[in-house]
C-alpha cells in the first residue's frame, strides 16, 4: 500500500462509496406513472429535523469527475435531475446535505443510498454516477461533516468533541437520507421505488451494518464491505504498528517489510492444497519473521540486512496490540496484507534518521477524539499509554459508533438480506473483526444456519482493503443481493476476480463463510471451477 495521499487519491484505502457493478447488476426498467419533471418537490423533514432549503436541477450526465481527495470519474451517465434536501437539527447548528440523483429516462424502479470513506459521510459523484448509470434512483449524504480527511468540525471551539456532527456521522444522518432519498423519489417519479438498497464500503460498510442494527426497515438489502465495525477499537488498534516501532526504536525499511510480506505468502501459499499465490487463511500462517535474519534485501540500489529488532517488530504487528502484561487487545495486520501502510516511515534526513509516518485516519483519531489536541505528538505513546487510549476508546465511543451490536433480530424480522466481502489482506481494517462480529451474531441468534438465512459473509483471499472494487480484483455483490433480495436466492459463492502475489488476475467463486477455499487437486489454478468450498476443519 502506498502513503496516504497517493492511495486515497488512486480510491484504494478508503474508497468507500465506490461500487463499480458490472452489466449482471443492471435490473429490468420500470417506467413511472407520471411525467418526469426536475423539480424541487415539497420534502417533510424526518423527525428531529427542520428543511433548511430544497433544490432541483437537471444535469446533463457524460463524464462524472469525482470531489475531494478521492477524485476518480466515470463516463457515459445518462442526464439526471439531481435534488439537494439541506436539513438541520434544531439547536445543534448542523446542515447535512442529502443529494439524490434521478435518472431523467430508464429508471429501473429502484432505490440506491450510498456511504462514505473515512471521515467522510457520502459520495463524492462516481458512485452516484455508477448508480444512475445502471438506471437506479441514488442518494448520498455529506451529514455535515466534510471531505474524507476534513476532521476540522471534530472538536468545537473549545476544543470538546462535537457530538451532533459526530452523532450525524455515526449513525442518524445516514438514516435521514434514507427516508428523504425515498421521499424526493415518490415525488418526482410519482412513484416509490419497489426495492431499496445500500452500499458501502470501510466507512461505508460500517454506515451499512448500523443500518440493519438501529434502522432495520430502512433497506430491502445492503451490501456491506470491509466494514468498520468496532471502529471505537480498531482505530486504535491501526495505530499499533507505529506505537510498535516507536517503543523499539526499530524502523523497518519498505523493501524489508515487503520481504516479510513475500516470505511469509511463499510458506503458507499451499494451505489451501495449491501454490496459487494466495493465502487462503492467514490465521493458519504461522511463518516465523525471524526466519528472515540476516537475509539481504536489495532496496533502491543498496543491499540491506534485515536484523533480528525488524523480525521482532513485525512479529508484533502480525500478533497485533496487547497490554504490557500480554493480553491481547485486538487483531493486528493479517499475514499476507502489505505492511507499508500502517508501518509507514519517512524518508531519511540529513543524517540518516528515519520517523513514523502513520496512517492519517487512526492518527487523527488518537489526537482529536481522544487527546483532543490536534498538535498531540504520537511518537510518545508508550505501550502502557497505548492501552490507556484503547480502553478510553471503548468506554466514550462505543455506544456512538462502535456499530457492533450482535442483535439483528429487527432487520431479519423486516426480511432484509445483509451481504459483506471482506478481503483478507486488508491492512487497515483487520478482516478477524468482521469474523468475530460474525460469530456474535451467531451466538445472539440461533446459529449459523438461521443468520445465513439473510446475512452472508464472504473472505477474499490476497485481496486488499475494499480491493474487489476494481482495485485489486472485482466481485459483483450488488447483483448477488438483488438476486438474493427479490428473488430469493441466497448466494452460495461470490465468484470473483483476484489478484495473486505475481499480480495475475485469477477467478474465485468466493465461500460463504465459514467455509474455504481449497484446490481440487487437478486443473488450472487460476480457473475457480479447479476449487471448491470445505469446511475449515477439513481445510
Known amino acids: 500500500m502506498k ?31 407520471s411525467p418526469f419533471t426536475c423539480a424541487a418537490p415539497s420534502v417533510k423533514a424526518p423527525a428531529g429535523t427542520r428543511v433548511e432549503s430544497v433544490t432541483a436541477e437537471r444535469l446533463p450526465g457524460g463524464t462524472i469527475h469525482g470531489t475531494g481527495i478521492l477524485g476518480g470519474e466515470v463516463s457515459g451517465v445518462p442526464a439526471f435531475c439531481q435534488v439537494t434536501v439541506t436539513l438541520t437539527h434544531p439547536g445543534d447548528n448542523d446542515h447535512a446535505k442529502v443529494r439524490t440523483w434521478l435518472p431523467a429516462s430508464g429508471w429501473n424502479g429502484r432505490f440506491q443510498a450510498i456511504g462514505g470513506s473515512a471521515y467522510g459521510a457520502g459520495d463524492g459523484g462516481v458512485g452516484l454516477g455508477t448508480a444512475v448509470k445502471n438506471g437506479y434512483a441514488a442518494t448520498t449524504t455529506d451529514a455535515g461533516v ?9 472538536l468545537d471551539g473549545k476544543g470538546r468533541v462535537n457530538t451532533p456532527l459526530l452523532k450525524n456521522f455515526a ?20 412513484k416509490r ?78 494451505l489451501d492444497g495449491a501454490r496459487d499465490g494466495l493465502v487462503n487463511d492467514p490465521e493458519r500462517c504461522d511463518f516465523d519473521p525471524r526466519r528472515l535474519i540476516g537475509t539481504k534485501v536489495v532496496c533502491d540500489g543498496k543491499e540491506l540486512t534485515i536484523t533480528a529488532a ?8 502480525w500478533d497485533g496490540p496487547r ?147 476494481g482495485t485489486d480484483g472485482s466481485a459483483d455483490g450488488l447483483a448477488a443481493l438483488t438476486t438474493w433480495v427479490e428473488h430469493g436466492k441466497a448466494p452460495r459463492t461470490l465468484p470473483a476476480t483476484l489478484v495473486d502475489a505475481s499480480g495475475r488476475q485469477v477467478g474465485r467463486d468466493l465461500c460463504a463463510y465459514p467455509q474455504v477455499l481449497r484446490y481440487k487437486g487437478h486443473g488450472d489454478t487460476s480457473a475457480a471451477t479447479s476449487f471448491t468450498c470445505v469446511s475449515p476443519s477439513r481445510h
Open 3 to 33: 502513503r496516504l495521499l497517493t492511495v486515497l487519491a488512486a480510491g484504494v484505502p478508503l474508497a468507500a462509496a465506490v461500487y463499480l457493478p458490472t452489466a449482471s447488476a443492471a435490473p429490468q426498467n420500470s417506467s413511472s406513472t
Open 146 to 154: 466534510g471531505d474524507v480527511l476534513d476532521t476540522g468540525w471534530a
Open 171 to 190: 449513525s442518524r444522518s445516514q438514516h435521514e437520507a434514507a427516508i428523504v432519498g425515498k421521499e424526493v423519489v415518490d415525488a418526482v417519479y410519482g
Open 193 to 270: 421505488a419497489a426495492y431499496s438498497y445500500f452500499t458501502g464500503c470501510s466507512t461505508g460498510g460500517r454506515q451499512g451494518y448500523m443500518e440493519a442494527q438501529r434502522y432495520p426497515d430502512d433497506y430491502d438489502g445492503i451490501l456491506a464491505d470491509a466494514p468498520a465495525v468496532n471502529w471505537d477499537e480498531f482505530e486504535v488498534a491501526t495505530l499499533w504498528p507505529q506505537v510498535v516501532m516507536n517503543n523499539e526504536k526499530t524502523y523497518p525499511s519498505g523493501c524489508a517489510l515487503d520481504a516479510f510480506t513475500d516470505a511469509a505468502v511463499k510458506a503458507c501459499d499451499s
Open 310 to 317: 525488524d523480525a521482532a517488530v513485525v512479529r508484533k504487528i
Open 323 to 469: 497490554t504490557p502484561s500480554g493480553k491481547k487487545l485486538w487483531s493486528g495486520v493479517p499475514v499476507g496484507a502489505d505492511l507499508k501502510g500502517l508501518a509507514g516511515t519517512t524518508e531519511p534526513d540529513a543524517d540518516g534518521t528515519v520517523q513514523g509516518a502513520p496512517f492519517q485516519v487512526p492518527a487523527l483519531w488518537v489526537q482529536l477524539w481522544l487527546e483532543k489536541d490536534p498538535s498531540f505528538d504520537l511518537s510518545t505513546i508508550t505501550y502502557s499509554r497505548f492501552t490507556q487510549l484503547f480502553k478510553q476508546s471503548q468506554a466514550e465511543y462505543d455506544k456512538v459508533i462502535g456499530t457492533d451490536d450482535p442483535d439483528l433480530s429487527a432487520f431479519r424480522r423486516s426480511g432484509g438480506k445483509l451481504l459483506t466481502w471482506h478481503g483478507s489482506a486488508d491492512p487497515f481494517i483487520p478482516t478477524q473483526g468482521t469474523v468475530e462480529y460474525r460469530k456474535q451474531v451467531e451466538r445472539e441468534m440461533g446459529g449459523a444456519k438461521r443468520v445465513d438465512d439473510f446475512y452472508r459473509l464472504f473472505l477474499a483471499p490476497g485481496t486488499d482493503h475494499c480491493g474487489l472494487n
